[in-house]
């Protein structure tokens, strides 16, 4: 059906970068919102970026200035490249696209990624 990969996590100091992407696979004919949430050790996830099939853009607003959101659609990759990282930054970054596929016109579901781990050391 569809798969969603991560890859790109890992341990940086304070101040280090990262980037993560996300490749989808699978019955996708067009993807309506690719999207990057995080769950912190404390338990609570939350929305860190979304990027639309039209360039429409949103981050949270602990990471405005230090995260970029971009997609590649031939690809059907989505990325976050995270600068100035901040132990506060640690969780499982996990990735959703929703999708719609030629067989289901019209027909929107949404498809989680298991996550890639991000550690930030102070």
């Known amino acids: 059906q569809v798969e969603l990969v991560e890859s790109g996590g890992g341990l940086v100091q304070a101040g280090g970068s990262l980037r993560l992407s996300c490749v989808g696979s699978g019955n996708i004919l067009d993807i309506g919102i690719m999207a990057w949430y995080r769950q912190t050790p404390g338990n609570r996830r939350e929305l860190v970026a979304s990027?639309?099939?039209?360039?429409?853009?949103n981050y949270a607003e602990s990471v405005k200035g230090r995260f970029s959101v971009s997609r590649d659609n031939p690809k059907m990759t989505a990325y976050l490249q995270m600068n100035s990282l901040k132990p506060a930054d640690t969780g499982v970054y996990v990735c959703?696209?929703?999708?719609?596929?030629?067989?289901?016109?019209?027909?929107?579901?949404?498809?989680w990624g298991k996550g890639t781990q991000v550690t930030v050391s102070p």
């Open positions: 959703k696209f929703s999708v719609t596929s030629a067989s289901a016109w019209g027909k929107w579901d949404d498809y």
């Open positions: 990027i639309t099939n039209d360039e429409r853009i």
